[in-house]
């Protein structure tokens, strides 16, 4: 998404970073010729302690002073939207966006900061070209600079979930037939469909889903909701897109219930429902468990940005 320069890394391979409201997360990605290494991946809740605090104390611990840095924005920092893709240079894009969309923005427009990724030229099978515009409030980056740079990391990019989730599945599934990989989450559902490594459609769910969802008295009615989110998506994909089905459908490794969820999903679906447990194709310690793994999806997947420690970015 979007990128910064600045002190020179002393660290190798990549830092995935986020901060909600409760917790930081971090993950330290290495590549040694085509493997890849899991150095360190860790969540930690705040306990009164300032964000800002907790995570030049991670740092620290971890000796990831000088590293470069991705950070991933929390899905209520940012919106995306599909837009047709003005006719304009590449390098006016973003500032030609920014008006057109202008009046479904929530601030002012001259505090939004918009990145754009195109589709795949035959997404709509060359008959438009549409972009992804990702927008986001200029104070909330400006906070995320400061924090990370007080911190000690170096920060090269700031990315959002939708392209950590693709450099997952672009590393780790196999996607050449189609894949929809869904995460659910109580804070905010995504769904991506990729191809050959490239992003065809990428959905925010509204359907909240958390960690005992299963366990709750109305989840067959939530499941029937998210189900048809998510086979609307897909019919958007194949009827609008002109684009063929996609060969699988994967869920992310969840806390506790991952193979129940599965299942409870391909009931609703009508349709086979895998999981990539990505985490068994990466080399870690043995302090790095499967579950810690799981659970550090996203900031392994923003660790996995292009041009550092490998992946797609």
């Known amino acids: 998404m979007l990128q910064w320069f600045g002190r020179k890394k002393r660290v190798e391979g990549l830092v995935g970073l986020s ?19 899991l150095e360190q991946c860790v969540r930690r809740e705040f306990e009164g302690k300032a964000a800002r605090d907790v995570l030049a104390d991670l740092v620290d611990e971890c000796g990831l002073e000088g590293a470069g840095t991705n950070f991933l924005l929390s899905p209520s920092d940012y919106s995306i939207y599909l837009v047709d893709a003005p006719q304009v240079p590449a390098e006016e894009m973003a500032a030609a966006i920014k008006w057109k969309i ?7 427009v001259e505090n939004a900061a918009i990145d754009v990724f195109p589709l795949p030229d035959d997404a709509f099978q060359g008959r438009k070209q549409m972009v992804y515009a990702v927008v986001s409030d200029r104070s909330r980056l400006e906070q995320v ?55 065809y459609l990428t959905r925010k769910i509204n359907t909240p889903v958390g960690p005992d969802a299963l366990l709750e008295s109305d989840w067959d009615m939530l499941r029937d909701r998210l189900a048809l989110e998510v086979q609307r998506s897909l019919d958007y994909l194949e009827s609008q897109m002109g684009q063929s089905p996609v060969a699988q459908i994967m869920i992310a490794p969840r806390a506790q219930d991952t193979e129940s969820m599965m299942n409870s999903m391909a009931d609703a679906l009508g349709s086979p429902v895998g999981v990539l447990d990505f985490y068994n194709d990466v080399d870690a310690p043995e302090f790095i468990n499967a579950e810690t793994r799981g659970a550090g999806m ?16």
Not at 19 to 35: E, F, I, K, M, P
Not at 298 to 313: C, E, K, S, T, Y
């Open 298 to 313: 996203m900031v392994i997947g923003a660790a996995l940005r292009a041009g550092d420690a490998g992946g797609q970015g």
């Open 145 to 199: 600079i400061d924090m990370v740079d007080r911190s000690g990391l170096t920060l090269g990019s700031i990315d959002v979930p939708e392209m950590a989730m693709r450099n997952i599945t672009s590393q780790f599934g196999d996607d050449s037939n189609g894949l929809a990989f869904i995460s659910l989450k109580q804070s905010g559902s995504v769904m991506n469909v990729t191809r050959n490594g490239q992003l």
């Open 102 to 108: 202008k009046d479904l923005l929530d601030m002012p």
């Open 19 to 37: 901060v909600n409201d409760t917790r930081v997360s971090l993950a330290h990605v290495t590549r040694r010729r085509d493997d890849i290494f």
